[in-house]
Structures are given as C-alpha cells and as structure tokens.
C-alpha cells in the first residue's frame, strides 16, 4: 500500500473500540442476537453432550466388558483325530478331574470343561410325535464348574451339581428362552423335555450368563450325561471340549500360564490357552463406532449453527446497511467495516460456544447421575470446545463482513 | 487578503456508465473559501446529490480535480479518501442517520470512534458540542425520543465534533417541520458566524436564500446565481 501524502493520521479502529463496537452491535439486538447464537448453542451442546455421553456410556460397556474378560481364560482342548477308533470323534483331552485341578489353581473362582453337543440332537417338548421338535436351540454339555464359571442368572431352580455329573443323569438346565420354547414356565411339576426322543428332568432355567453368552439360547446337560448318551464332542475348532475357567481379578493372566501344566503335568502342549485379551481392545472397537456416528450428528448441528448464524448475520448486514454508510461517511475504512461483523459474528460464535459447552457439560452430569454412572468427560473435546463456537462464527462471519465491507456508501445513505 | 480555499473543483465530472451512459454532473470549476455559506439549489435528478457525493468524497469522479484543503483528492487510495472524508468532512443528512440504540452523546462520539480518541475524551467532546447545540439536557436520550429538530441537531453536533473544515449538508431541513427547519437553520446561521464552511444542497428556495451565496445546478450543469462571483462554468 502507497504512503498517505496526508498530514492527517489515518483512521483506524483498534482493538478496543472493535470489540466495543461489536459487542453494541450484538447488544443492541438482544433477542436476534441469542437467536442467532442458538444453533451454535446447540450444535457445540450436542457436539460435548455427543462426546460426553458416548465416553460416559462406552465406560459403562468398557468397565462390565473388562471386568467379564479380564477374569476369564479358555483352554481349547487339541484332540488328536486318530485317538479314538476309527470314524468317531476323538475322546476328550482334558482329564476326568479337570474341574479339581483346575480349581486348586491359586486365584480360580469356578471351573470346568464344556463343548457343544454333536450330532444336532432333537429337542422336543413331547417324545416323537412325529413333528420336527424345536429348532435353534443348542444343547452343550458342561461340567458343574463350567457352569458355575459361565455364572449363569437362575430363574427358577438349580444348577447341576456333582451327584448329578458323577450319576450322570438326565436332566437339564433351560435357558429362559429354550424354557419358553419348549413351553416350560414352572418347575414345581418336574417338568421334562425331550432330547433324540429321551426325557430329560428340568432342573433350572436361567436368564443370563456373564460367560458364554451363545448358551443364552441353548440347553445344557451334565457333561458325564452327554458322553454317555452323544458321545466324544467333536475334533473341529470350535466344537471340541472347552476348559471356561473364571478368575479373581487380577490373577487371569498367572491362571493361564499353569493351566495346562494342572490339568496334563505329562502333555501340557494337549491344551490351548488363552489368556484375557487386551482389556483397551473392545472398549475401543465398541465406542469407535458409536463415536463416529454421534460426532457425524453433532457436525450436522454445528453445520446448521453455522447457516444459522451467516444467514442471521447476513440479514443484519442488510438491515444495517444505512449505519454502514454512516460509519463510511465517518471515516471507517472497508477493512474496519469487515472487521466489525466478523467481529460480530466470531464474538457470538464464542459465547454460543461457551453455552452450549456448558450445556453440554450439563447434560452429560444429568444423565449420568440420573443413569448412575460415572460421567466421563475427554479434555482434550470438552475444553476446545468453545474454541470450536468461535471458529464456527468466524467462518460464518466471512461472507456476510465482505459484503458488508462491499457496501455502497452511496446507496447505504439513501437507504435511510 | 482573501481566505484560502477549502474546496476546488477543476472541470469536476460525473458520468456513469451504461447504455446510454448518464453524465449527471457536467465539468465544472468552482471555488468555495474557508468560512463560506454556500447553497447549492437545483430541482430533483438535478445533479445535486452527486455533487455531494464527490465533494464529500463518497463518490469519486470521472474526469476533472477536487482539491479539498489543498489536497488533490485524486490521487488519494481509499484509506487516505476514508481519513480525509473522516477528519475534515462533517456531514448532514436528510433522514438524520442517527443509530436508534444510542444516546445522542453515544451517537456524536461514534465520530470519533475511527480517529484514535481515547473513550473519556470522545465522551467529553461529545458532551461539550451538544451543549454547544443547545442538547445539554438530551445528552442521555436515545433518537426515538427526541423530536426531529432534535435529532437533527444531534447530527450537527455529531458533524462538528472532529471541528471539520467542510460542513457538508444534504436537504438537512427535509424532514423537519417550519419551526424545527427554523431553529437548524439559526444554527447554521451561528456556524457561519463562527467560521465554518457549509455547503448546504437543497431544493428549497427558502433555505438557499439563508447562505452568504448561491449555485444552482440544472441538468448536471452548475451555474453560479445571482449572488455571488467564483464559479466558472
């Protein structure tokens, strides 16, 4: 830019009277002004309440998820497939005293060995009566420890217990929804199902389990009852005979390093052990994706913020066309003009940015002291979030101030 | 030894394109001193309003030289027309073009807002040219409820208070009822006396007869009246 060749200073608007103006600007409206900040109020509110909430709720999953893993270990069983005679499932690896040994392992809560029952037997609420019995019902054998392991919810009666596995006898325990399915809802008969056409008494019915959760629809009979009446499980992967051992807190990871030697001092390579996985890696996957759908939402409220506030500020542009003219006729230069409503405009971008942070917060704390959870709040998304509010008006603010800068100061005064 | 002058025009034009294109003010030269009452007449579409524009540096020509103060205001860039138009240009208007939700001393010290005057000083001033106004009492009113004559004395006083060497004044007695026109003009009357400049464009006959001297404009073309020398068309 040339020199001034004039005596005079040239005019300026500093900082002060800037913000003085604008804020007389936004004050002299007040009720446009707060209406104006609402869709920034409630965009950068969903954005903090969106994130608030998602980490508050992802810490509920993650704490009940972690604390289920981190207390279990599985032991798969690797049968060799020429164990047994010739077309028929190999016999177990895992020792008849597996529940014991298993058991006496320091830090070991419950127990024991379970698989899934070969052969797709038929579970039936009659004997054959020539209809197809219910479908979609597993039948798994477990041991009394792997049940006690699986930590079933119990609804009505009781579990198997040793007499039960040492007799083998035939009896069963119902999930809630196998119980409906087999039109099983009281106990005090001695109701019994009917599996490949055999009776079987219901023991118990359960509604819940914190392990194993494919049982939920399913039927569980004693597992001596099992090898006796279906045979050897199956040598495929993800039928073969689990060992489900629940721990203390803490004490998973040295369960799994002496398990296998516990249950075959002689081949402690029969078995495959798992220890908990990373406790990070689940929280993780579940609340990723609850993350990126909730921010998409809150960019859609902060976007509608945004049009609120240009197309507010746009509309007050042109209804204050006359003042811009006057303000030209007074000295101001184009770039003060614009600076005045970007100005404007950034300066309701952040106090919208403040209020909806704190309705935000609010919303969060109410929740989860209404839901009983500890709320969560990420610094790092809560503390820029009015920074956010001032980003949005400043982007929403360029527009309207350039057209405004471009006002005729011709035009602006005979508009009055 | 005459006083220097404040404005001079040299075969100032104005033309605006488009087809045809409009020439609504012809070159013209004139020459207006310090502490002269100049009234500028001519009936609407005349040319009046450009005439103010260009001289109140709003507009700028298409042919022609405007020397305000001395200054070739041809040459200058938008900063420099902004801060000569802010600090030695106090313009009236017609309708006022006061900010509703101001005080009157709010409205006048906003004159000020653009030339590096400390708040505390701005207030001051602006208090002490109201009373000079006679709106001593008005000071905290804000324009809606203040008559019109009051309003427009608000907007002289908001004109005055960067002491301006040019009063540029556009149909300031429009709006106003005989009495209010009455008491604007006394006060221009009083300006004159104390050494202003004004330029007063108006169609009314009446107002232009208050001025110490008298153009007229007619079809774009500037014509010196019957009152006085300096202009050369």
Not at chain 1, 286 to 298: E, P, R, Y
Not at chain 2, 110 to 117: E, P, S, T
Request: some cysteine; proline content about 7%.
């Amino acid at each position: 830019m040339p020199r001034s060749v004039l005596p005079d200073p040239a005019t300026r608007l500093g900082l002060r009277e800037l913000c003085a103006e604008a804020l007389a600007g936004i004050l002299q409206r007040p009720g446009r002004s707060a209406l104006t900040m609402l869709g920034t109020v409630l965009g950068i509110g969903a954005f903090v309440a969106v994130l608030g909430l998602t980490a508050t709720a992802s810490g509920q999953i993650g704490a009940r998820f972690d604390l289920t893993r981190a207390t279990t270990v599985q032991v798969s069983d690797r049968p060799r497939a020429d164990a047994g005679p010739p077309g028929a499932n190999p016999p177990i690896g895992f020792p008849a005293d597996a529940d014991r040994r298993m058991g006496r392992i320091d830090g070991v809560e419950a127990a024991g060995v379970w698989w899934s029952v070969p052969g797709n037997p038929r579970l039936s609420a009659r004997p054959a009566d020539g209809t197809p019995g219910v479908t979609g019902i597993g039948l798994y054998a477990a041991t009394p420890g792997a049940v006690r392991a699986m930590d079933p919810t119990v609804v009505s009666g009781t579990t198997p217990d040793a007499f039960l596995e040492a007799t083998a006898q035939p009896v069963v325990l119902l999930s809630e929804a196998a119980a409906t399915r087999l039109g099983v809802s009281r106990l005090d008969d001695r109701p019994a199902v009917f599996i490949d056409d055999l009776p079987y008494t219901v023991i118990g019915i359960y509604s819940d389990v914190r392990r194993q959760p494919a049982t939920l629809l399913g039927a569980i009979v004693p597992a001596a009852t099992a090898l006796e009446r279906f045979g050897n499980p199956s040598a495929e992967a993800d039928r073969s005979a689990q060992g489900l051992i629940a721990t203390r807190v803490g004490a998973a990871g040295r369960v799994a390093e002496q398990v296998a030697v516990a249950l075959r001092p002689d081949a402690p390579d029969a078995f495959a052990v798992q220890p908990p996985p990373d406790p990070h890696s689940l929280r993780d996957t579940v609340t990723s994706d609850l993350t990126g759908l909730f921010l998409a939402l809150a960019a859609i409220c902060l976007l509608v913020g945004a049009v609120g506030i240009a197309n507010t500020t746009l509309v007050a542009v042109l209804e204050r066309t006359e003042e811009i003219g006057l303000r030209r006729a007074l000295g101001a230069r184009t770039r003060h003009i614009a600076a005045q409503f970007l100005t404007e405009s950034t300066v309701l971008g952040t106090l919208g940015g403040l209020l909806g942070t704190s309705l935000g917060v609010l919303t969060v704390l109410g929740v989860a002291a209404a839901k009983d959870w500890t709320a969560v709040l990420q610094p790092a998304a809560t503390l820029p979030a009015p920074l956010i509010g001032t980003a949005v008006g400043l982007l929403a603010g360029l527009y309207p101030s350039l057209r405004a800068a471009r006002t005729d100061p011709l035009k602006a005064l005979r508009s009055g | 030894m005459s006083e220097p002058p404040v404005i001079r025009l040299t075969g100032l034009g104005r033309t605006f394109g488009g087809r045809p294109p409009v020439t609504a003010l012809h070159p013209a030269d004139l020459v207006v001193r310090r502490g002269e009452y100049l009234s500028v007449t001519g009936p609407s579409g005349s040319g009046k309003s450009t005439l103010l524009h260009l001289l109140g540096l709003l507009d700028t020509p298409t042919g022609g030289r405007y020397e305000l103060d001395g200054i070739d205001t041809g040459t200058l860039h938008d900063r420099d027309r902004s801060t000569l138009r802010g600090r030695r240009i106090g313009f009236v208007f017609q309708s006022f073009h006061l900010l509703p939700h101001r005080t009157a001393a709010e409205n006048v010290a906003l004159a000020q807002v653009y030339h590096r005057v400390p708040r505390a000083r701005r207030d001051e001033a602006a208090r002490a040219v109201l009373r000079q106004v006679g709106l001593a009492h008005r000071t905290g009113a804000l324009p809606g409820t203040m008559s019109g004559g009051e309003r427009q004395r608000v907007a002289i006083a908001r004109a005055l208070v960067n002491e301006p060497s040019l009063l540029l004044c556009d149909e300031p007695t429009g709006n106003l009822d005989s009495s209010n026109a009455a008491a604007v003009l006394a006060q221009f009357d009083e300006l004159h006396a104390r050494g202003y400049t004004l330029v007063v464009i108006t169609h009314d006959p009446a107002v232009a007869a208050r001025a110490g001297r008298r153009v007229a404009i007619r079809d774009g073309v500037l014509s010196e009246s019957e009152t006085g020398a300096g202009v050369v068309c």
